[in-house]
């Protein structure tokens, strides 16, 4: 007799009793994304050379997974026979499925072989992780009983690759979708086209292939290192046709689509390269090599026009999907400013400016498309001027244009850099690999909500899904791309698979742990952070303590105050620890025998200002809040590399004043802060800074300053000495802290707002 016991959506603890031992194996197979309802009998089902599979033609692909997952893993072969069944279930919608594992057998029911491919895939992770690499040596696997019913949140969950900056092999791109099955992704989007590069052959352009696809060379280091260097050597390359069809069928066969992304009308210096004619000026340009956004744009006349329309009959051949992602981002609008033929375009069609010329271009490609049978799909800059009619929003920039474009009517996909963009950095360590910038930790990408909140229930129902972007000016490999996607990937695909009620971080990273040996078999490169150990400055009725954080349970971290190594006999740390001065708090995670992970280091400068009260008269950008206000004054530098941190403050576009108030009137002999200016990256230092100084007698004194070279291209300081301050005591500090503004033409993100980074505001 089977007794039935719910257990809990987070934590699957299965016991499997291998018969030929006589013993009782006990594992923890935690499935990602977390299933909608898990039930769990204390009995198991047994796979050997007698067990039979049964399905019908509804569910072919789904049931010749499983039978080749088995048979490529183990020396099991499955005879006809009715132990695994497949079953049409009319009444789960086309994604959903149940799966029942008993001692009698496997039953998996579906409307659609979707559906039950799904199926498959979380039966898959709770079988031994050696068949995913042929190493199970066994001649039975046993299967713990279960019943699952599951269904997914949202209907687009993706991951995008840019091919265009680094190139990776086709076989590289079938492991990649192969992870998006796993993990029951169903959307990947190809990012083909750039400045840097052409990567899909377009037979009536053959200079596409000879020109566009390669660069003379490729920038070292970081696009802020100055000056600029290249390393001398040729790159590039494309994916033929026959290539582009044999990705396209090897992701059909998994039920992931594939979007191709040809972009238009910026980010075209690769063609216009090849072609001077589909471009403003009919002057030669090189293919780019460095990153960035460049001035060369597609030139909106019939030329132009005829060229895209043969390129996408092309891609039409090659990629059945209904989307088609015709980018739209980044255009600068300075050639079609000094261009005669755009003019007079825009006077002719009645056109308010430039922002409107892109709108008309971009409802012409769609119209085209339309024609065709399919839809466009672009960057949130396909708003300006106004949408095309049918476009769906890909909403990067934040989620402003995703809740202008749904509260229009028409359907979105979130992917903001905030939550979604996995060229981020990752962790707070110096030792991480090279990155564009930022910082986006798994735990952010976890607590993604892709419904904005402005939006009601109603128009919430554009929100089609979210997609995890990997831009490669930065990633060379194929180990390091694997590298910054995982295990990140894992968190948006349970954002996007998983009910809101069922997510929980704690949870979810006992699951990772346990996922790691299943990355293993597979040889995937991922970043193992679950190690590691977070820091925070808490002030508490004017007192300032030190708390440490790890992920994972069951361990103890073990802290030094005085800069010493941490040892797995130094002080266990049980609560947050008293700061009284300035100190070095070095910590690691152990288990019972050794450490486990890396080394945490803090410095705290234990300023003046640390535990006073700090306010802000605008909130930080909630992509870029780091510590919140309180983090200006926590005795915390940010990175001297990294804005995105969590104790750099991020505002954009914003004038901001920032008030100190000591408990008491205190003399004071110097202030200082630093700016992050990194232009690359749309962030630009104030042009001055003005501080005000409150005295016990409410006197003012207000000075304007210049910020100063730090001998850090990337970083700008200002400091106030005692001249300044007086020698009296002080009870308020005030700085004014104005944006730098519009950024001007010829830079990167010319035409939109300038970002500030401020970071410790240090009082001694």
């Known amino acids: 007799m089977h007794i039935k016991k719910l257990i809990s959506l987070f934590i699957l603890s299965l016991i499997f009793v291998n018969c030929n031992e006589n013993s009782i194996q006990t594992i923890q197979p935690q499935i990602i994304p977390i299933p909608d309802s898990v039930e769990l009998t204390d009995s198991f089902f047994t796979i050997d050379e007698s067990t039979g599979i049964t399905y019908d033609d509804n569910f072919k692909v789904s049931a010749q997974f499983l039978k080749d997952f088995i048979e490529s893993g183990s020396s099991i072969h499955l005879k006809e026979g009715t132990d695994i069944k497949f079953k049409l279930d009319e009444n789960l919608k086309p994604e959903a499925y149940h799966l029942t594992v008993s001692k009698e057998g496997i039953t998996i029911k579906a409307s659609t072989d979707q559906g039950a491919f799904y199926a498959v895939q979380s039966l898959r992770q709770i079988m031994p992780v050696d068949l995913e690499n042929d190493t199970f040596s066994k001649n039975e696997i046993n299967i713990q009983a279960v019943t699952i019913r599951d269904q997914p949140q949202f209907k687009y969950r993706g991951m995008h690759l840019d091919v265009a900056r680094h190139m990776f092999s086709v076989d590289f791109i079938k492991k990649y979708i192969d992870a998006l099955v796993l993990l029951k992704m169903n959307t990947f989007h190809w990012h083909l086209t750039d400045d840097q590069g052409w990567r899909i052959e377009i037979k009536k352009y053959p200079k596409l292939q000879e020109v566009s696809a390669y660069r003379d060379e490729t920038l070292v280091g970081h696009y802020s290192d100055q000056p600029h260097q290249f390393d001398g050597k040729r790159?590039?390359?494309?994916?033929?046709?026959?290539?582009?069809?044999?990705?396209?069928?090897?992701?059909?066969?998994?039920?992931?689509?594939?979007?191709?992304?040809?972009?238009?009308?910026?980010?075209?210096?690769?063609?216009?390269?090849?072609?001077?004619?589909?471009?403003?000026?009919?002057?030669?340009?090189?293919?780019?090599?460095?990153?960035?956004?460049?001035?060369?744009?597609?030139?909106?006349?019939?030329?132009?026009?005829?060229?895209?329309?043969?390129?996408?009959?092309?891609?039409?051949?090659?990629?059945?999907?209904?989307?088609?992602?015709?980018?739209?981002?980044?255009?600068?609008?300075?050639?079609?400013?000094?261009?005669?033929?755009?003019?007079?375009?825009?006077?002719?069609?009645?056109?308010?400016?430039?922002?409107?010329?892109?709108?008309?271009?971009?409802?012409?490609?769609?119209?085209?498309l339309n024609s065709k049978g399919r839809q466009i799909i672009g960057w949130d800059e396909i708003l300006e001027g106004g949408l095309a009619p049918n476009a769906t929003v890909m909403s990067w920039r934040g989620t402003n244009g995703a809740v202008e474009a749904a509260k229009s009517g028409h359907n979105v996909v979130m992917t903001p850099t905030s939550h979604c963009y996995f060229d981020y950095y990752q962790s707070e360590n110096e030792d991480e690999p090279l990155a564009i910038g930022g910082f986006l930790p798994l735990e952010k990408v976890y607590g993604f909500n892709p419904i904005p909140e402005e939006l009601t229930i109603e128009e919430s129902k554009y929100v089609l899904g979210?997609?995890?972007?990997?831009?490669?000016?930065?990633?060379?490999?194929?180990?390091?791309?694997?590298?910054?996607?995982?295990?990140?990937?894992?968190?948006?695909?349970?954002?996007?698979?998983s009910q809101p009620q069922h997510k929980n971080y704690k949870d979810f990273v006992s699951r990772l742990e346990n996922f790691h040996q299943r990355l293993n078999a597979l040889d995937i490169n991922y970043a193992n952070h679950l190690y590691e150990i977070e820091g925070d400055l808490i002030s508490d009725e004017g007192k300032s303590y030190y708390e440490l954080k790890t992920l994972t349970e069951g361990k103890s971290v073990r802290y030094t105050l005085d800069g010493s190594e941490p040892t797995i006999n130094s002080k266990v740390y049980e609560s947050k620890i008293p700061i009284t001065e300035s100190s070095t708090?070095?910590?690691?995670?152990?288990?019972?025998?050794?450490?486990?992970?890396?080394?945490?280091?803090?410095?705290?400068?234990?300023?003046?200002?640390?535990?006073?009260?700090?306010?802000?008269?605008?909130?930080?950008?909630?992509?870029?809040?780091?510590?919140?206000?309180?983090?200006?004054?926590?005795?915390?530098?940010?990175?001297?590399?990294?804005?995105?941190?969590?104790?750099?403050?991020?505002?954009?576009?914003?004038?901001i004043e920032i008030t100190i108030d000591f408990k008491e009137p205190i003399k004071i002999d110097s202030i200082e802060t630093r700016f992050y200016d990194g232009n690359g990256q749309w962030i630009y230092t104030p042009e001055h800074i003005a501080i005000r100084i409150i005295f016990d007698n409410d006197e003012v004194i207000a000075n304007k300053f210049l910020p100063e070279s730090s001998g850090n291209p990337n970083l700008k300081n200002v400091f106030w000495e005692q001249s300044i301050l007086s020698n009296r005591p002080i009870k308020r500090v005030k700085l004014l802290v104005p944006n730098y503004g519009i950024i001007p033409e010829g830079k990167q993100g010319a035409g939109n707002k300038a970002w500030t980074f401020i970071d410790e505001i240090i009082v001694n």
């Open 585 to 655: 708090i070095k910590a690691a995670v152990y288990n019972d025998e050794k450490q486990l992970g890396k080394t945490f280091t803090q410095y705290i400068n234990y300023h003046k200002a640390v535990g006073a009260k700090i306010t802000i008269d605008k909130q930080p950008h909630k992509a870029y809040s780091g510590s919140g206000a309180e983090g200006l004054i926590n005795g915390i530098s940010g990175s001297d590399s990294r804005y995105g941190d969590k104790e750099w403050l991020g505002f954009w576009g914003e004038d």
């Open 466 to 497: 979210a997609q995890g972007n990997i831009w490669t000016e930065y990633i060379p490999t194929e180990k390091h791309l694997e590298y910054m996607t995982f295990p990140r990937m894992l968190a948006l695909s349970e954002v996007v698979w």
């Open 235 to 368: 790159y590039g390359g494309y994916y033929t046709q026959e290539e582009v069809k044999a990705v396209v069928q090897y992701a059909k066969a998994r039920f992931v689509t594939v979007i191709p992304e040809i972009e238009m009308p910026g980010h075209a210096q690769a063609a216009i390269a090849a072609y001077p004619e589909l471009g403003c000026t009919d002057e030669p340009v090189e293919v780019a090599k460095k990153w960035g956004v460049f001035e060369e744009i597609y030139c909106p006349n019939q030329k132009t026009f005829a060229f895209l329309e043969d390129v996408l009959d092309e891609v039409l051949e090659l990629f059945p999907s209904k989307y088609i992602h015709i980018g739209g981002d980044e255009a600068p609008k300075t050639r079609w400013k000094n261009c005669e033929h755009c003019q007079k375009l825009i006077k002719k069609e009645g056109l308010k400016d430039e922002h409107h010329l892109q709108s008309y271009f971009i409802t012409k490609m769609e119209a085209y």
